[in-house]
């Protein structure tokens, strides 16, 4: 009988067959050089399928008699003529049908393809239903499937071989003079890790926020993905694999490939404001320090995340029942979002008269190797260095429940992308620190990690375990909870810490103002905005971020402070006599500029 294992034979002939690089030099770099620019038919003159074919343009059946006759679709679609409110109803349907959310996305994802104007009338009227299925957390599944579900572009794809190409490939986007990026190089998407190029559903979801949330127009919005290849054993396994099947090249290449992409962008894009997305925490971190003085940029895993915990902790704390001076707070997690919204707290703190140390002292880190301190004994990454511990008298905290029976916090933080990390034990003993300090006081909990696979515990899990006493916020949504109380049920009602009550704002209020950078104090006043945007109905509900169903709202508050916020920095480019004119005037002229400029599509 044969020992040859025919299995693995064949497995090797596949893998090999995939290389389809070996044997080539991987460090020379072509330019590619077009000969013609691509000539587009303006909306004036299109006519027949050149509007039905072209989403930005296309009304689907609500096209007047007039526009009809007008344009040459006499024929072309059903002899009716339909409201917005029909159409919308016809897509919920549609939706509705769907047995499972990717598919829900795929239609959504269709209905964007073909008629954009309806995609976000229904997604901004239906923020609730429509949101999870367009980005978290129906959208790491979407990543991680992206190469099987690809049907046609949506993006820039940038790959590192065409590096010399990056002015010419930005000049291929259709739309010109786009306001607004989202960049990712796929390197930690979510808590799914490394995922390349099917990383880039990421930017394409979080813009479709920017428009629906902050009303940027669509046209106005670019999404890239850099590809850099992957550490992603099954993608580099998988035959149906849309990016470079090789591993990432080495970090001071990438970088030079980042600045590359940089340069080229504020050069082809000069008005363009650039947000980081997902990049492995050192990168990110590295990135951020990198060009947020010289160009118009921010990183909503560091700075986005800290902005919206911010804006819902200052309402935790008003509602804890624990003054500020007793504050003590526990992150677990480490990463680029763990201590960008660390940092964010702290000038909270600051704000409030505590000197930076003091500030500081207030926050205990955790890692899979426990309490982050210097003394530890293993190499901390930089971004880490800032909280690390030096008052821990050379003993080593292994775990969080060693760190939360030494330090008795008040609030307990997770970014770990670990589910079910906050376990009984953890939450009862975070409640059991909180009520040794007093009668009334409440626990402060946000299991922030997305999608909701990731989440460190679920609402009602924190509901039971803390007595209905817990203030919690969640990345991902949950929802309500209720429970018997003699005659009549105690609903609980969750709040969700996403970033899609600041991003869009902070997006917005940059562009508006024209902002040559985006500055600590836009970030900061994004986050207190944002903390004063809920209206009497959600205070009375006891909840520290306005409903979902009126994001819009809180954007336009968001938008305003930060643009408020660009000129009193000295990095708005507006003309100093518009200035002049609101601070006459004040937020009512000022909230009438940014109205007037949100996109708000009507068929």
């Not at 526990?330 to 703190?349: D, I, P, R, T, W």
């Amino acid at each position: 009988m044969s020992t040859v294992d025919i299995t693995s034979i064949e497995e090797a002939m596949k893998m090999a067959s995939l290389d389809t690089l070996r044997g080539y030099a991987q460090n020379h770099y072509g330019e590619v050089k077009q000969y013609s620019n691509t000539e587009y038919v303006t909306k004036n003159q299109a006519a027949g399928y050149q509007v039905l074919r072209e989403p930005m343009w296309n009304k689907g059946l609500s096209f007047t008699p007039e526009e009809r006759v007008n344009k040459n679709l006499t024929g072309l679609m059903p002899h009716v003529m339909e409201t917005t409110e029909k159409q919308c109803e016809r897509a919920l349907k549609m939706i509705r049908s769907r047995q499972t959310n990717i598919d829900r996305y795929l239609y959504l994802s269709s209905l964007k393809e073909q008629n954009v104007d309806l995609f976000y009338r229904l997604l901004i009227d239906n923020a609730k239903e429509m949101m999870p299925l367009v980005y978290t957390p129906t959208i790491g599944d979407v990543c991680l499937q992206y190469s099987t579900l690809y049907t046609r572009p949506e993006a820039l794809y940038i790959s590192i071989k065409q590096r010399k190409s990056i002015r010419t490939i930005l000049k291929n986007w259709p739309y010109a003079n786009p306001e607004i990026c989202v960049v990712t190089d796929g390197s930690r998407i979510l808590g799914l890790g490394d995922l390349g190029v099917n990383g880039v559903g990421i930017p394409i979801g979080k813009l479709a926020l920017y428009t629906a949330a902050a009303g940027i127009h669509p046209e106005k919005t670019l999404p890239i993905v850099l590809d850099c290849g992957t550490a992603n054993e099954t993608n580099l396994k998988d035959p149906l694999y849309l990016g470079m099947r090789t591993k990432r090249v080495p970090v001071p290449e990438q970088q030079a490939f980042m600045d590359e992409f940089m340069e080229a962008a504020a050069d082809i894009y000069p008005n363009m404001v650039v947000q980081f997305e997902d990049f492995e925490s050192e990168k990110a971190f590295n990135y951020l320090d990198r060009y947020r003085n010289s160009h118009k940029c921010f990183n909503d895993d560091i700075q986005g995340t800290g902005a919206v915990v911010l804006g819902g902790y200052i309402g935790a704390v008003n509602l804890s029942g624990v003054p500020v001076e007793e504050q003590r707070l526990v992150f677990m997690g480490a990463g680029s979002a763990g201590v960008g919204v660390a940092k964010q707290l702290v000038e909270y703190y600051t704000k409030r008269g505590l000197s930076e140390q003091a500030a500081k002292d207030k926050f205990w880190l955790v890692d899979t190797k426990g309490l982050v301190t210097k003394d530890r004994g293993d190499r901390l990454a930089d971004h880490k260095k800032y909280f690390a511990r030096s008052d821990n008298n050379g003993h080593q905290f292994r775990n969080l429940e060693e760190v939360i029976e030494y330090v008795k916090p008040t609030a307990l933080i997770g970014l770990t992308a670990t589910f079910g990390v906050f376990t009984e034990s953890v939450v009862r003993a975070l409640k059991a620190s909180v009520d040794a300090g007093g009668m009334g006081r409440r626990p402060i909990l946000f299991p922030l990690s997305n999608p909701l696979t990731k989440a460190e515990c679920t609402f009602e899990q924190a509901v039971t375990w803390t007595d209905g006493t817990v203030i919690f916020a969640s990345g991902s949504p949950f929802s309500q909870f209720s429970v018997k109380a003699g005659d009549r049920p105690i609903t609980y009602y969750p709040n969700q810490g996403n970033n899609v009550y600041v991003f869009p704002g902070i997006g917005l209020g940059a562009i508006l103002a024209k902002a040559t950078r985006v500055t600590d104090n836009m970030i900061y006043a994004s986050a207190a905005a944002l903390a004063g945007s809920l209206n009497a109905e959600e205070i009375h509900k006891g909840l520290i971020y306005p409903r979902i169903e009126r994001v819009r709202d809180a954007s336009l508050v968001v938008a305003r402070e930060v643009m408020k916020t660009a000129r009193r920095d000295g990095v708005s480019a507006l003309p100093e006599e518009q200035w002049v004119e609101w601070e006459e005037w004040g937020d009512p002229a000022l909230e009438k500029y940014i109205e007037a400029r949100i996109y708000d599509p009507k068929l």
